[in-house]
Antibody, heavy 120, light 107 residues
Framework: EVQLLESGGGLVQPGGSLRLSCAAS????????MSWVRQAPGKGLEWVSV????????YYADSVKGRFTISTDISKNTVYLQMNSLRAEDTAVYYC?????????????WGQGTLVTVSS | DIQMTQSPSSVSASVGDRVTITCRAS??????LGWYQQKPGKAPKLLIY???NLQSGVPSRFSGSGSGTDFTLTISSLQPEDFATYYC?????????FGQGTKVEVK
């Protein structure tokens, strides 16, 4: 059974940093791309970033480029999202999700989400 | 970036109704289109991928169609568990983008 378990969310001040983790199980982690998607309170879904199964290729939404970094530790079956220079508009539930293929296309399994609140 | 526009933003319907949601892409995306269902406080769930492929475990009352720029999600006979918000997502190019969502509400 595929499981994705996010952690690391919390309250942080504007300009601060936070690292989210997503521990995966139930599939061959290095075979599939992994993405982060966020949802601000009461709003729709916003795709944030994707990393290939090998970890060699990454891509970011313009809204987070230069501030967020996605990475993986294949030995731990874990994907990370390092978030720096956080802004109020980054407040959201952050979901990690597994790709149905290896290329970052459709997201067939999602974690439960972790809430990030950026506020002073 | 490719913009995805859904209509309507909300729809009121009754159990047993046929419901159709439309998604339009700002440029052609072939059939690289997925649909998700999200219930309050829960993660989204993939329903349809590649415009018309039903994800494993999804009831056959859900169907998708379209190609190019115009796509539809149809629920043939609405069930109580189908009241939720639905999102389309293009998988044609990066960054991936979602529509703004369509809320299916009780009439």
């Amino acid at each position: 059974e595929v499981q994705l378990l996010e952690s690391g969310g919390g309250l942080v001040q504007p300009g601060g940093s936070l690292r989210l983790s997503c521990a995966a199980s139930g599939f061959i982690f290095s075979t599939y791309a992994m993405s982060w998607v966020r949802q601000a309170p009461g709003k729709g879904l916003e795709w944030v970033s994707v990393i290939s199964g090998s970890g060699d290729n990454t891509y970011y939404a313009d809204s987070v480029k230069g501030r967020f970094t996605i990475s993986t530790d294949i030995s731990k079956n874990t994907v990370y999202l390092q978030m720096n220079s956080l802004r109020a508009e980054d407040t959201a539930v952050y979901y990690c999700a597994k790709d149905i293929y290896g290329s970052g296309s459709y997201l067939d399994y999602w974690g439960q989400g972790t809430l990030v609140t950026v506020s002073s | 970036d490719i913009q995805m526009t859904q209509s309507p933003s909300s729809v009121s319907a009754s159990v047993g109704d046929r419901v159709t949601i439309t998604c339009r892409a700002s440029q052609g995306i072939s059939n690289w289109l997925g649909w998700y269902q999200q219930k309050p406080g829960k993660a989204p769930k993939l329903l349809i991928y590649v415009a018309s492929n039903l994800q494993s475990g999804v009831p056959s009352r859900f169907s998708g169609s379209g190609s190019g720029t115009d796509f539809t999600l149809t629920i043939s006979s609405l069930q109580p568990e189908d009241f939720a918000t639905y999102y389309c997502q293009q998988a044609y190019s990066l960054p991936r983008t979602f529509g703004q969502g369509t809320k299916v509400e009780v009439k």
